[in-house]
């Protein structure tokens, strides 16, 4: 063992020896037996322990009611619980009605002005309509009448 090592466990584990990994617990009593430093070193941490065993806590009777009763700080709400405040409100019958029915016509109306805008491949320059005015022509010129013989 080194004094490394040494130090490493008195400085974890305390000067008192029950404390100590119970496989190192005979490796260091052997070493603190021969080596001087490692005396030291857990005569040090024996009186370091005792001057904190010395420190008292101060008293704060109110302490956890004035933490307990605290007001919290507001919180901001997060977008989605924005529109869902907006889209259910709590106050009005009426408002929970009409916000609804709009969020749903919002595919709609998205529909239609994505179709005004866009032709999506629909040519308007076919020239099946150049030949309407003679479709119409000719119906126009059948006797459509009734004739009993």
């Known amino acids: 063992m080194t004094i490394e090592e040494f130090t490493k466990i008195v400085e974890s584990y305390g000067s008192e020896a029950a404390r100590w990994p ?3 617990r005979e490796q260091c009593r052997t070493f603190m037996a021969s080596n001087a430093a490692a005396s030291t070193l857990l005569n040090q941490q024996r009186e370091l322990e005792s001057l904190l065993d010395q420190i008292t806590v101060p008293e704060f009777p109110t302490l956890e009611s004035r ?3 605290q007001q919290l700080p507001k919180q901001e709400a997060s977008v989605l619980d924005r529109a869902l405040a907006w889209l259910l409100p ?4 009426s ?12 595919p709609l109306v998205f529909g239609i002005v994505i179709g005004n805008f866009f032709s999506f491949g629909i040519a308007l320059e076919n020239d099946g309509f150049a ?3 003679d479709e119409l022509t000719m119906l126009s010129l059948n006797e459509y009448t009734e004739n009993s013989f």
């Open 22 to 24: 119970a496989e190192q």
């Open 95 to 106: 408002q929970q009605l009409w916000r609804p029915a709009m969020l749903a016509c919002l």
């Open 131 to 133: 030949y309407w005015d």
């Open 90 to 93: 709590k106050n009005s019958f």
């Open 67 to 69: 933490v307990l009763n």
